[in-house]
């Protein structure tokens, strides 16, 4: 084999290896501290009957990838990622767990995963979306140990609302809502931080969008002990028209 040839070969086996590795670019939003500085989401209560009129838009599809031995494969506009597949077997060291693929958001052009760590025993997961297009990966950061609940986008994909109930408190949780900007910015990402609510008087069972700029939550209060525990269900709705005009 020529010396042009190795070299060939050389360079097309550094490219299967990029195109095979992370993913291109990592942003993370969702992080207490940039919440804290931005309006709460005001809510109002709301009628059943007005959430059975949302209709649940913009689902996940629930598509099955390809598996390569140990391997999770992400195909990306930029080549293929691969990513390790969660292993939850008992006695392994602290670390890195893996990938669980949850599915793929069209409106988003984006797949959904679970990436899993282990600190000290105690598990850890996050939420990220990796753009088929761009192979850019962003990361929904947590409140609590577990990751967030799947992001529920708005009719347009303009907005992204996610929500986290809290594992030692009942009847507590977290609401956070992401703008997406068309095609992102190279420094921040697709996805910035809005507003955010958070209570310890419910919990989150559901949302849905009504328009582009309404949600409704279907709560709950977790009421009883025991084998009497049950949930009592309510509905809030807000209107996100002010705070999005002062934010385009």
Same mark, same amino acid.
């Given at each position: ?13 550094? @490219?299967?290896?990029?195109? @095979? ?6 942003? =993370? ?5 940039? /919440? ?9 209560? =709301?009628? &059943? ?30 080549? #293929? ?20 693929? &949850? ?5 988003? #052009? ?35 140990? =577990?990751?967030? &609940? ?17 594992? /030692? ?50 709560? /709950? =209060? ?12 309510? /509905?809030?709705?807000?209107? @996100? ?8």
């Amino acid at each position: 084999m020529s010396k042009i040839s190795v070299a060939i070969t050389i360079i097309f086996l550094l @490219l299967i290896r990029t195109a @095979l590795g992370q993913a291109d670019k990592e942003f =993370a939003v969702g992080y207490a501290d940039n /919440y804290d500085n931005l309006p709460t989401i005001h809510f109002k209560t =709301a009628k &059943e009957k007005d959430y059975k009129k949302s209709s649940a838009v913009n689902q996940l599809t629930r598509s099955i990838p390809t598996i390569n031995r140990n391997n999770i494969i992400i195909p990306t506009g930029k080549g #293929k990622i691969k990513l390790q597949k969660y292993n939850d077997s008992p006695n392994q060291p602290d670390g890195f767990r893996g990938w669980e693929y &949850e599915g793929y958001f069209p409106i988003l #052009k984006c797949y959904t995963l679970i990436s899993h760590s282990v600190s000290e025993h105690l598990d850890f997961s996050d939420l990220v979306l990796i753009d088929s297009n761009s192979a850019v990966q962003n990361t929904i950061i947590s409140v609590g140990d =577990a990751a967030v &609940e799947l992001p529920i986008p708005s009719p347009s994909g303009r907005f992204l609302t996610y929500y986290y109930n809290y594992d /030692y408190e009942r009847n507590s949780c977290f609401i956070g809502l992401l703008k997406i900007q068309d095609g992102g910015n190279r420094k921040k990402g697709r996805l910035s931080e809005l507003m955010s609510f958070q209570t310890k008087d419910w919990a989150v069972d559901d949302i849905r969008w009504l328009d582009d700029n309404s949600f409704i939550v279907k709560a /709950y =209060a977790m009421q009883g002990q025991g084998n009497q525990k049950k949930k009592r269900f309510i /509905y809030y709705l807000t209107k @996100l028209d002010t705070v999005v005009k002062q934010n385009d």
